[in-house]
C-alpha cells in the first residue's frame, strides 16, 4: 500500500506541475484536462510496463540469492552451542 500511495502522489505531482498552469479558477480548463488524462495514462503504462518487467525478473534474482547465500553459508558453520555445565542439580 505504501508503495501504491508513493507512485500515485509522485504521479499526481508530476502532471499537476506539468499540465496545470492557471490557478484563478476552481475548474481545470479543457487543456488542463485533456493534458492531465494523457499524463496519467502516460505514466499508468509505464508503470505497467515496469512491473511486468519486475514480475518477470524477481524470480530470478531470489533464485540467484538463494543459491548465493546457500554457497556462502555452507562451508562456514556456526559454532556449536555451549553444553550446560555439569554439577549439582538445582532443585
Known sequence: LRDFLLV???MTE?????????LNYRLLTGREES????CAARLVRANHRLMGAYVGL?????QRRAAEHGTA???????????????PAES
Open 14 to 22: 508530476l502532471c499537476f506541475r506539468h499540465c496545470v498552469c492557471n
Open 73 to 87: 553459508a555452507g562451508p562456514a558453520r556456526l559454532p556449536a552451542p555451549p553444553e550446560p555445565a555439569s554439577g
Open 58 to 62: 524477481v524470480p530470478a534474482l531470489l
Open 35 to 38: 493534458c492531465l488524462d494523457s
Open 8 to 10: 500515485y502522489n509522485r
